[in-house]
C-alpha cells in the first residue's frame, strides 16, 4: 500500500510540476490521452531538451534507466540513439537511497523527438 501511495504521490506531482506550460499548446495532436501531462527532459549527453508524455506506471521488472529533478528540470543522463537509453522506462529514487528498489517509482515515458538546445 505505501509503495502505491508513494508512486501516486509522485506521478501526481510530476503532473502538477508540468502541467500549466504542458497545456498551454494544447494536447499532441492525434494522440489519445491527450490530456496527460507534457513534460520536458534534458538529456545530459546529448545537451538536448526532449518533450515527453507521462505514461502509465511499471512493475520493477527489465531495465529501467534513472529520471532525476535538478533545479526543477526533469533530467537523465541518456536519450534516444545512445546505447544505454532504455526507451522512455524510467525510475525516480523516491526514497532517496539512491538504489533502484521497491521504494522507488518505475514509469513509462518516451522521449519525443527531434531534441532541441531550448526547454
Known amino acids: 500500500m505505501i509503495k502505491k501511495s508513494a508512486l501516486a504521490a509522485l506521478v501526481v506531482a510530476i503532473s ?3 502541467a500549466v ?3 498551454a499548446g494544447g494536447p499532441p495532436p492525434g494522440l489519445p490521452g491527450g490530456d496527460r501531462a507534457r513534460p520536458v527532459i534534458f538529456v545530459e549527453s546529448q545537451g538536448l531538451y526532449y518533450d515527453s508524455i507521462v505514461g502509465p506506471s511499471l512493475p520493477m521488472k527489465g531495465r529501467f ?7 526543477g528540470q526533469l533530467v537523465t543522463e541518456f536519450g534516444p540513439g545512445d546505447h544505454d537509453f532504455v526507451g522512455g522506462r524510467w525510475w525516480m529514487d523516491a526514497n532517496n537511497d539512491n538504489i533502484m528498489n521497491e521504494g ?11 531534441g532541441r538546445e531550448t526547454p
Do not use: H
Request: glycine fraction near 4%; hydrophobic fraction near 55%.
Open 104 to 114: 522507488d517509482a518505475f514509469f513509462s515515458c518516451p522521449l519525443l523527438g527531434p
Open 21 to 23: 506550460p504542458a497545456f
Open 65 to 71: 534507466q534513472k529520471l532525476e529533478v535538478v533545479d
Open 16 to 18: 502538477l510540476v508540468f
